[in-house]
């Protein structure tokens, strides 16, 4: 029976390490969180029953105003990593031209699936930009798919639109029936207000695309902790803060959604080391949102006197919120909770 190669990559989906230090997004926002209750209750009225194979056909719809084609040209899966294995599995055992390095579930289907991969290498010295000439090299009579990332992953390299016509020009002399499959799971996902560049689809009748909504509308919260500053700060910086928004939000482009306390309530935390005035404020500070830390190894930091500090410090305080200070409200931070 064939199997699927084992992936380190999925593997961090099904066996959640404990403490995954090399996480690089906020903790996931819940659906309550992300639509608000109005959202939610019309997300209640939403009736769980039979869809069509192919998807929702509004869904669809949506997907291809988008994308500027016809929605008979769009099939929703779950997941990019489902369209993947989808494609692949349509090639049997076929010859795909795989584009590296490249997200390795997408070259795990291959093998996993019995087709013959044959791979076309980018390389950091050259941009990571595919050599064309390298590419055409790899075609042969036996292509009948050709898989490549834009933007790549790792690299983030998208490919040009030249590029892609040379491409499928080499594909039309070597293997007219070959399909190009370009995944763009992170063409959405732009820096700030950059717009994202144009889509594949629709190119080209042997240009298929997938997208995601993982990567570029995935829902971490944003959060932010304020370090090395004490705590005392937090509830004048507040005040002045809603103060100057008051004077001056007729002069912003953006008016903001909520007050500033939203802000601070929502996405910040801060630590302390030595701060009595900071504890005094505490209740107005918020219990959930202040952590303890010794500012180890600068001069002035109090390792390693640190649970003397403590100690000194909060013996006025519960013991439920010396456990949010010391351990808790970090823990929820950094995603160890
Ligand atoms: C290039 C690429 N394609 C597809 C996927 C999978 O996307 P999804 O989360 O929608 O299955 C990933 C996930 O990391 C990816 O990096």
Redesign the pocket.
């Known amino acids: 029976m064939r199997q699927f190669p084992a992936s380190p990559?999925t593997a961090l989906i099904d066996e959640k390490p404990r403490y995954n230090l090399g996480e690089s997004v906020a903790p996931d926002l819940t659906v309550a969180e992300l639509l608000g209750s109005a959202g939610l209750a019309d997300l209640a009225g939403v009736k769980l029953g039979y869809g069509t194979s192919a998807g929702s056909s509004e869904l669809r719809a949506l997907v291809a105003a988008r994308h500027e084609i016809a929605g008979s040209q769009v099939l929703i899966t779950?997941?990019?990593?489902?369209?993947?294995f989808l494609v692949a599995l349509l090639v049997g055992d076929g010859e795909i031209l795989i584009g590296r390095p490249?997200?390795p579930?997408?070259f795990d289907a291959v093998q996993g699936l019995g087709a013959r991969a044959v791979t076309v290498t980018s390389w950091f010295e050259d941009g990571y930009r595919i050599d064309l000439d390298a590419f055409a090299a790899k075609l042969s009579s036996r292509t009948r798919l050709v898989s490549v990332?834009s933007?790549?992953?790792?690299s983030g390299v998208a490919f040009r639109q030249d590029e892609i016509e040379w491409m499928l020009a080499a594909m039309s002399r070597t293997c007219p029936e070959a399909l190009l499959l370009i995944?763009e799971?992170?063409r959405e996902a732009t820096y700030g207000d950059a717009v994202p560049a144009a889509t594949f689809a629709g190119m080209s009748p042997r240009v298929l695309t997938?997208?995601?909504?993982?990567?570029a509308h995935?829902a971490p919260g944003l959060r932010i902790g304020w370090f090395e500053g004490g705590i005392a700060w937090i509830p004048p910086a507040l005040q002045d803060a809603e103060h100057v928004l008051a004077s001056y939000q007729h002069m912003l482009d953006h008016p903001l959604e909520h007050d500033i306390q939203y802000y601070w309530d929502t996405h910040m935390s801060a630590s302390f080391m030595v701060d009595p005035l900071g504890l005094r404020l505490i209740e107005q500070i918020g219990v959930d949102k202040v952590m303890w830390a010794s500012d180890y190894p600068h001069p002035d930091g109090v390792w390693p006197n640190s649970l003397k500090a403590v100690e000194r410090q909060m013996q006025d305080l519960s013991p439920e919120m010396r456990q949010k200070l010391t351990h808790d409200n970090a823990a929820r931070l950094y995603g160890l909770a």
């Not at 933007?151 to 790792?154: E, I, K, L, R, W």
């Not at 997938?210 to 990567?215: E, F, Q, R, V």
């Open positions: 990559i779950t997941g990019a990593a489902a369209a993947l490249c997200y579930p997408a990332a933007p790549q992953n790792p995944d799971t992170y997938c997208g995601s909504l993982s990567k995935g």
